[in-house]
């Protein structure tokens, strides 16, 4: 996860140091320069909006996997704790029986 994270931040500053230097060197006007920046901020915010939507979707099917792993796995400690319990029982009791 970290890795992806420190992928999207370097994009981000990508989009970002690419806007700055584009705007710098333009030479067009200021407000066709404002209008083109902010058609495209918001082409990037869509795009932005998106990417967090599957990432935020993503990590909820990863929890909602790993608790059904989780329910799993208790139930199987359960069983096998049930288990061993019936087992003891059974030890004690052929034990009793031998004793008396």
Do not use: C, W
Request: hydrophobic share 35%; proline share 1%; glycine share 4%.
């Amino acid at each position: 996860m970290k890795k992806r994270e420190s992928i999207f931040l370097g994009f981000l500053v990508g989009i970002l140091a690419g806007i700055t230097v584009g705007v710098l060197y333009a030479p067009e006007k200021g407000t066709h320069i404002r209008n083109r920046v902010s058609y495209r901020l918001d082409k990037y915010r869509n795009i932005l909006k998106n990417l967090l939507d599957q990432l935020i979707e993503e990590k909820d099917k990863m929890i909602s996997s790993a608790k059904v792993e989780e329910q799993k796995r208790k139930n199987e400690m359960k069983e096998k704790a049930e288990k061993l319990m019936t087992e003891i029982d059974d030890l004690s009791n052929k034990i009793k029986t031998r004793v008396n």
